[in-house]
Structure formats: C-alpha cells, structure tokens
C-alpha cells in the first residue's frame, strides 16, 4: 500500500483536506502515529485507522494543528457573544441555563475568554452551560489545566493575566470561578451522531475549522451545527466562511466582520441520520460589483470579510498590479489564498510580505501557523520570536 491510500483515507473517513494540509505535514503526522502505534506498515497503520475511532482522531488531532489564543478577534466580539448570552437569559426567565458550544475548542482560550466576557456581565456559571468539545485529546488535557504561556495572551488586554490568572511557574492558571464555566468533551463535528443526545445551544461558536476540511465534511459539518442549534439561535463562524450558510435559512445579526448569524425562526425539524442537502451556489448572497472609485485596500478587506473570496482576490491582484510591493495588500491577498485553501500560493505571499515588512504581525501570525502545520519547527521557532516582539504588550 503506498502514501496515497493513507492520504484516501485522511480524506473520505476524516473528511480533512490533505492538499489544504500540505503533503509533508501528513507523512510527518503518519510517522508520528505510527511511531506511536509500534507499527512500521503502511498497509498495517491503515487497516488500524479503518477499524479503530480512537486512532483516526488521534491522527487528525496530530494533522489540525491548535492555532488560537485569548480573545482572538477582538474583545468586542467576546462582549457581542456575552450580550447574546445575556439577552437569552432575559427571554429564558426561570428556564434551564442558557446554552453554548464551542467547538472546536483546541486548548480552551477560545471558550474560556467567553467564560471572562460573562463574568464582566455578572452573569455566574450556574446561568450558562458551556460546552467546549475537540477531536485532540491533548489539547483537551491541556484546556482542562488551564494554564498558559504568554503567547496565548498575545491579543488581550495586558491586565487579564492579572486579573483572571494566577502564576503558575511560567505559566498562567486561570481563576477557579472561571475554568467552573466550560465543560470538555471530546469529538468530531463531522460526526453525524456528535452530541445526538444533548439538548440544542442557544449559540455556537465554530471559527477557523472549514479550512481543514473536504467539501463533502464541510457539508456534514454544517448539518451538525444546525441539527444542534436551536430555533433563533446564533452562530459565529469568521467572515471567510460565511458563505458556506444557508441563506434561506441563516440572516447576519451585527457588523460582517463578527461573522455572527442568527437561524431565522422557523419550525424546523430534521432527521440527523441524512444529512440535507446545501442550496447551489445561485442561493448564495451574490458578488457585488465594485466601482473603479472603490478599488481600495479597505474594499478588498471588506468583501473578504463577507465572504466575497473571489472578488476580494481580483481588486488585491488589480491593486498589486499598480503597486507590487504594498505589504499589507500582499498580505491580505495570502490571508484569501488560505481561506480558499491554496496553502502554498499563501506562504509564497506572507513570504513576500515580510521581505517587505519583517514585522507585519498579520503576515507574521499565518506564517507562523503554517510552519508549524508544515512541522517546520525552526522557522516556526524564530517567527514566534518576531511575533511576540512586534506584538504591542506581548511580554516573551
């Protein structure tokens, strides 16, 4: 059996992409496994991942590699969802707790910086039932000790460690009160029986995951989200991947950068055994056109933020045409490249950008999450470095 089997596999039974992973990276995480395993067999290790659950999601725990920190996004996102929590309490009144899920949570930041925002709002634990789930059993670990490094917080406002952490060694342990929020679980949203027994989340955060997977996941992906949310709840996804909604059936509520968008209320049953189909792409919300006084940098950010890829990288293209060395446009244009999936074209662009501007911190960040994905340990080693010096606060 050679690699290809393998790679068949990662992709029909894991639904992950492996082009979008980049070939390297899944013969290291291949190795790792089967290191892991005492096998030395290619046709052995695949007839171990046919049979056994546990090694597929260890193998795509190794393949999807945790890229997240506190409040990524933004505060204002976290205090948005926080307000969303508080206006289904309000309508809730003597009902059970309100309900989220985050998913995936990789090693916690994600659900525990919403954990943080609730508690600004006074709203207790015992109001809010957080669910937090991962396919990596790692990273689970991890999120259940809740302790961190100062990389995660490199997004967040410099008193937070001081607020909601104490020290650890070198690290950072967050606040008892806090961790009492989220509750772990492990799984696969490409599951078709994930959480088939829990009760539908008033809100779902899912963020930076439909990258990693195959168009035929992705759609079992987004039946699951809305098999498991409630009528009139909300979903968080980043902009780039908003396309992916039913439009008949998902509408935007906020600013399009937030990516949040509430399930219009409406009876809707479903049978979680099929999957249902997603509406063709003439469903979709439609590319706007752009006038020749609107081809700006601006632009081309906003329509990458509303989903628009494809427009958003002809104006970065057109814009580069006249201006080949602007870094924040090369820079923006990777930034598209990777949300469509074209991981190498990509790299070559945050490698641009930062021949041009060694510290452009957007360009710095992706780079530095797919080398690591690459299990480019050395360039992955010093563009930390870089980071965390051209991160405003960011202590090493």
């Given at each position: 059996?050679?690699?290809?089997?393998?790679?068949?596999?990662?992709?029909?039974?894991l639904g992950l992409d492996p082009a979008s992973l980049g070939p390297p990276f899944v013969e290291r995480a291949v190795e790792a496994r089967m290191a892991a395993c005492a096998l030395d067999d290619l046709t052995d290790y695949a007839s171990r991942?046919?049979?056994?659950?546990?090694?597929?999601?260890?193998?795509?725990?190794?393949?999807?590699?945790?890229?997240t920190w506190f409040f990524r996004g933004g505060y204002p996102l976290f205090s948005r969802l926080a307000g969303i929590v508080a206006e289904r309490l309000h309508h809730l009144g003597s009902a059970p707790p309100a309900r989220v899920l985050s998913i995936p949570c990789s090693t916690g930041e994600e659900p525990y910086s919403l954990a943080i925002a609730l508690h600004e709002r006074f709203i207790q634990s015992d109001q809010v039932h957080i669910d937090a789930v991962d396919v990596s059993q790692r990273a689970l670990d991890k999120a259940r000790l809740a302790r961190y490094g100062s990389f995660s917080f490199r997004e967040a406002n410099p008193e937070l460690r001081t607020l909601y952490f104490l020290p650890h060694h070198d690290l950072w342990e967050l606040l008892p009160?806090?961790?009492?929020?989220?509750?772990?679980?492990?799984?696969?949203?490409?599951?078709?029986?994930?959480?088939?027994?829990?009760r539908p989340y008033d809100l779902i955060i899912c963020r930076n995951l439909f990258i990693y997977l195959t168009p035929e996941a992705r759609q079992q992906a987004l039946f699951n989200l809305e098999r498991l949310l409630t009528t009139d709840g909300r979903l968080c996804l980043t902009a780039a991947e908003a396309d992916r909604l039913p439009t008949d059936r998902f509408v935007r509520d906020g600013p399009?950068?937030?990516?949040?968008?509430?399930?219009?209320?409406?009876?809707?049953?479903?049978?979680?055994?099929?999957?249902?189909?997603?509406?063709?792409?003439?469903?979709?919300?439609?590319?706007?056109?752009?006038p020749p006084a609107d081809k700006t940098l601006q632009t081309a950010r906003s329509l990458a933020d509303a989903g628009h890829l494809e427009q958003a990288r002809r104006?970065?293209?057109?814009?580069?045409?006249?201006?080949?060395?602007?870094?924040?446009?090369?820079?923006?244009l990777g930034v598209i490249h990777l949300a469509l999936g074209q991981t190498e074209t990509a790299f070559d662009l945050f490698r641009k950008t930062l021949y041009l501007m060694p510290?452009?911190?957007?360009?710095?960040?992706?780079?530095?999450?797919?080398?690591?994905?690459?299990?480019?340990?050395?360039?992955?080693?010093v563009l930390r470095r870089r980071l965390q010096n051209a991160t405003p606060g960011e202590t090493p």
């Amino acid at each position: 059996m050679n690699f290809r089997s393998i790679e068949a596999i990662v992709r029909d039974q894991l639904g992950l992409d492996p082009a979008s992973l980049g070939p390297p990276f899944v013969e290291r995480a291949v190795e790792a496994r089967m290191a892991a395993c005492a096998l030395d067999d290619l046709t052995d290790y695949a007839s171990r991942l046919k049979s056994d659950p546990r090694e597929r999601d260890a193998l795509a725990a190794e393949l999807v590699v945790p890229e997240t920190w506190f409040f990524r996004g933004g505060y204002p996102l976290f205090s948005r969802l926080a307000g969303i929590v508080a206006e289904r309490l309000h309508h809730l009144g003597s009902a059970p707790p309100a309900r989220v899920l985050s998913i995936p949570c990789s090693t916690g930041e994600e659900p525990y910086s919403l954990a943080i925002a609730l508690h600004e709002r006074f709203i207790q634990s015992d109001q809010v039932h957080i669910d937090a789930v991962d396919v990596s059993q790692r990273a689970l670990d991890k999120a259940r000790l809740a302790r961190y490094g100062s990389f995660s917080f490199r997004e967040a406002n410099p008193e937070l460690r001081t607020l909601y952490f104490l020290p650890h060694h070198d690290l950072w342990e967050l606040l008892p009160h806090l961790r009492a929020y989220v509750h772990f679980h492990h799984g696969n949203l490409t599951d078709p029986r994930l959480l088939a027994g829990e009760r539908p989340y008033d809100l779902i955060i899912c963020r930076n995951l439909f990258i990693y997977l195959t168009p035929e996941a992705r759609q079992q992906a987004l039946f699951n989200l809305e098999r498991l949310l409630t009528t009139d709840g909300r979903l968080c996804l980043t902009a780039a991947e908003a396309d992916r909604l039913p439009t008949d059936r998902f509408v935007r509520d906020g600013p399009t950068e937030m990516g949040i968008y509430r399930r219009l209320d409406r009876a809707y049953r479903v049978d979680i055994s099929q999957p249902t189909p997603l509406p063709s792409d003439e469903r979709m919300i439609p590319t706007p056109v752009v006038p020749p006084a609107d081809k700006t940098l601006q632009t081309a950010r906003s329509l990458a933020d509303a989903g628009h890829l494809e427009q958003a990288r002809r104006l970065c293209e057109e814009l580069l045409a006249q201006t080949p060395t602007d870094a924040d446009t090369l820079a923006l244009l990777g930034v598209i490249h990777l949300a469509l999936g074209q991981t190498e074209t990509a790299f070559d662009l945050f490698r641009k950008t930062l021949y041009l501007m060694p510290d452009h911190v957007e360009a710095l960040s992706h780079m530095l999450a797919l080398c690591e994905r690459k299990g480019d340990r050395d360039r992955a080693a010093v563009l930390r470095r870089r980071l965390q010096n051209a991160t405003p606060g960011e202590t090493p």
